[in-house]
């Protein structure tokens, strides 16, 4: 069964700092772009951050440049988001996703590209 399942959402305090995974099971995540997105209430799903499935290229958001970054641990089958200075406008569902991309450097920023998706994690920023 292929599965992609977050974990590290939370309640934080702005300029706090979280860490997501997203674990995949039932596939090796190796030849995969994945991608982090978030979708606040009433707002629409936006790209966060993405990572290609070889050499590491990566993609950031206005938004999250300079506080996010995104990493992936093929070994451990796992990829991460570090997100650090956090503000309250970080305050969403965060999704991870997969596609199939063979070895590539190339980074997939559109959502509708995306074959697999994890359930979410919430992550809110308040004092």
């Known amino acids: 069964q292929v599965q992609l399942v977050e974990s590290g959402g939370g309640l934080v305090q702005p300029g706090g700092s979280l860490r997501l995974s997203c674990a995949a099971s039932?596939?090796?995540?190796?030849?995969?772009?994945i991608g982090w997105f978030r979708q606040a209430p009433g707002k629409e799903r936006e790209e966060v951050s993405c990572?290609?499935?070889?050499?590491?290229?990566?993609y950031y958001a206005d938004s999250v440049k300079g506080r996010f970054t995104i990493s992936r641990d093929n070994a451990e089958n796992t990829v991460y988001l570090q997100m650090n200075s956090l503000k309250p406008e970080d305050t969403a569902v965060y999704y991870c996703a997969a596609v199939w991309m063979g070895l590539s450097t190339i980074v997939v920023l559109s959502a509708d590209s995306y074959d697999h998706w994890g359930q979410g994690t919430q992550v809110t920023v308040s004092s």
């Open positions: 990572i290609s499935s070889s050499d590491g290229v990566t």
């Open positions: 039932g596939f090796t995540l190796d030849y995969y772009g």
